[in-house]
């Protein structure tokens, strides 16, 4: 039971509030402040153990561990080191463009592929693979740049495009179970990539040049491609159909995370696979799957305990929304999007923010779709990186630093306020969006 005082949950949110510190401020490794939370939240029984443990049964979990299976099959048939000798006659020149044309690439494969697990399964060991040949060796900089590009370029990006991120799919279910709206996928794109997809990419980009500038070598000419092995085609037939599994899901009504599982055993099969059982226990890393399960098993709670909840309604009374301050307005709907993202994750953000849009759009004198679509913003912006499980992902993938992560966030973060959020307030403004 939880421990309530005039409403309001008390060891719930003593738990939250201690496991983000944590995470935030990284004194523990990641994965043992989520084993402390499952320990903690058992022992005082804050939730119940389906809450809690939900982090390992969402399709996330599952990707995360698909994905690494799938990323070890690409190396180890040497597709990886083919698929980066591709990638490298196309990506040339300096570092800012090198990182330039990787963020490009995330953008272009949210458009095919919906699943932000799934493309940085993908995208990330071929990445690694071109960094090699472009000189940049593990522990480099500018290797850590390039798979942050990967990550914060699948989640951040994808955020413009409807179906491609799945914060924007829990608030389209949201919208149209709390208002009976139904988002559109152009309306949705015109309204949203010029600002979050384009320019978010530009300040992305130059953000990581900055960064973790480095210096690259030439790619060594393409030598004579030698044929491919018959592994090699193997894989390439299993990528082809889980990816067209992933493109197809809202036909065949297949989660990405059960096709990228069924892939993940196929490379696991004894002689026709591509992963030994010694490679699947070693290299798999098992650690960066315990903590999404953590992320997604804080969120769960915080929803279950009611916190969220108390939490929203708390915020909205701070925040000083007024039709005569349209532009105030318009910042505060960012900033509580924004500030929910640090207690239940961008995953559950619009959960607990849509609810709220009609009280918010007669405090804020906008329209009801308004409030909805400015929350997008805000969970687009990740100013710590376990408030997007697929950060976390790619960084596990990468080996990158926590302090690298948090850094890149950072920056980001302050960039987009400053920047970013205003641009999309006047984008807003000029549709025709900001009146009723």
Same mark, same amino acid.
Not at 215 to 243: G, H, Q, Y
């Given at each position: 039971?939880?421990?309530?005082?005039?409403?309001?949950?008390?060891?719930?949110?003593?738990?939250?509030?201690?496991?983000?510190?944590?995470?935030?401020?990284?004194?523990?490794?990641?994965?043992?402040?989520?084993?402390?939370?499952?320990?903690?939240?058992?022992?005082?029984?804050?939730?119940?153990?389906?809450?809690?443990?939900?982090?390992?049964?969402?399709?996330?979990?599952?990707?995360?561990?698909?994905?690494?299976?799938?990323?070890?099959?690409?190396?180890?048939?040497?597709?990886?080191?083919?698929?980066?000798?591709?990638?490298?006659?196309?990506?040339?020149?300096?570092?800012?463009?090198?990182?330039?044309?990787?963020?490009?690439?995330?953008?272009?494969?949210?458009?095919?592929?919906?699943?932000?697990?799934?493309?940085?399964?993908?995208?990330?060991?071929?990445?690694?693979?071109?960094?090699?040949?472009?000189?940049?060796?593990?522990?480099?900089?500018?290797?850590?740049?390039?798979?942050?590009?990967?990550?914060?370029?699948?989640?951040?990006?994808?955020?413009?495009?409807?179906?491609?991120?799945?914060?924007?799919?829990?608030?389209?279910?949201?919208?149209?179970?709390?208002?009976?709206?139904?988002?559109?996928?152009?309306?949705?794109?015109?309204?949203?990539?010029?600002?979050?997809?384009?320019?978010?990419?530009?300040?992305?980009?130059?953000?990581?040049?900055?960064?973790?500038?480095?210096?690259?070598?030439?790619?060594?000419?393409?030598?004579?491609?030698?044929?491919?092995?018959?592994?090699?085609?193997? !894989?390439?037939?299993? *990528?082809?159909? @889980? &990816? %067209?599994?992933?493109?197809?899901?809202? +036909?065949?009504? =297949?989660?990405? /995370?059960?096709?990228?599982?069924?892939?993940?055993?196929?490379?696991?099969?004894?002689?026709?696979?591509?992963?030994?059982?010694?490679?699947?226990?070693?290299?798999?890393?098992?650690?960066?799957?315990?903590?999404?399960?953590?992320?997604?098993?804080?969120?769960?709670?915080?929803?279950?305990?009611?916190?969220?909840?108390?939490?929203?309604?708390?915020?909205?009374?701070?925040?000083?929304?007024?039709?005569?301050?349209?532009?105030?307005?318009?910042?505060?709907?960012?900033?509580?999007?924004?500030?929910?993202?640090?207690?239940?994750?961008?995953?559950?953000?619009?959960? !607990?923010?849509?609810? *709220?849009?009609? @009280? &918010? %759009?007669?405090?804020?004198?906008?329209? +009801?779709?308004? =409030?909805?679509? /400015?929350?997008?913003?805000?969970?687009?912006?990740?100013?710590?990186?376990?408030?997007?499980?697929?950060?976390?992902?790619?960084?596990?993938?990468?080996?990158?630093?926590?302090?690298?992560?948090?850094?890149?966030?950072?920056?980001?973060?302050?960039?987009?306020?400053?920047?970013?959020?205003?641009?999309?307030?006047?984008?807003?403004?000029?549709?025709?969006?900001?009146?009723?």
């Amino acid at each position: 039971m939880h421990l309530v005082v005039s409403g309001f949950p008390i060891l719930p949110a003593a738990l939250t509030a201690i496991t983000i510190a944590l995470w935030a401020f990284t004194r523990l490794p990641e994965y043992l402040t989520a084993l402390l939370f499952f320990t903690a939240a058992m022992a005082l029984a804050v939730a119940p153990a389906d809450v809690v443990f939900s982090g390992f049964a969402s399709a996330a979990f599952w990707l995360v561990l698909s994905g690494y299976v799938l990323g070890l099959a690409l190396k180890n048939t040497g597709l990886a080191d083919r698929l980066a000798g591709t990638l490298a006659r196309r990506l040339t020149g300096t570092y800012p463009a090198v990182v330039a044309g990787v963020v490009a690439l995330t953008y272009a494969l949210a458009f095919v592929m919906p699943s932000n697990m799934g493309r940085i399964a993908l995208l990330m060991p071929i990445v690694l693979a071109y960094a090699d040949q472009i000189g940049l060796e593990k522990g480099r900089p500018g290797r850590i740049g390039l798979a942050l590009a990967v990550g914060f370029g699948t989640f951040q990006l994808s955020t413009s495009i409807l179906p491609a991120n799945v914060p924007n799919l829990v608030m389209a279910g949201s919208i149209e179970a709390s208002y009976g709206l139904q988002l559109g996928y152009l309306p949705y794109l015109w309204l949203h990539a010029p600002v979050l997809g384009i320019f978010k990419g530009v300040l992305l980009t130059a953000c990581i040049a900055w960064l973790f500038h480095d210096t690259t070598r030439p790619a060594p000419p393409p030598a004579a491609s030698a044929p491919l092995s018959a592994a090699e085609k193997r !894989l390439i037939v299993l *990528l082809t159909l @889980t &990816l %067209a599994g992933w493109m197809t899901d809202g +036909l065949h009504g =297949v989660s990405p /995370a059960w096709v990228g599982l069924a892939a993940a055993c196929v490379c696991l099969l004894p002689k026709v696979g591509f992963v030994s059982a010694d490679q699947f226990g070693k290299e798999v890393n098992f650690r960066t799957a315990i903590y999404v399960a953590g992320i997604l098993g804080l969120a769960a709670m915080v929803s279950d305990s009611g916190l969220g909840t108390r939490i929203g309604g708390a915020l909205l009374a701070w925040m000083p929304l007024s039709p005569d301050a349209p532009m105030r307005s318009f910042f505060s709907l960012v900033g509580l999007s924004s500030l929910l993202n640090f207690v239940v994750t961008a995953n559950g953000v619009p959960a !607990l923010y849509t609810p *709220l849009a009609e @009280t &918010l %759009a007669r405090a804020s004198g906008f329209p +009801l779709m308004t =409030v909805l679509m /400015a929350q997008v913003a805000g969970y687009a912006t990740v100013v710590m990186p376990y408030q997007a499980s697929p950060i976390v992902v790619a960084m596990g993938m990468g080996q990158v630093p926590a302090r690298s992560g948090l850094m890149l966030a950072l920056l980001t973060a302050l960039l987009s306020f400053a920047l970013l959020v205003p641009l999309d307030y006047l984008w807003f403004s000029w549709l025709g969006m900001l009146r009723q």
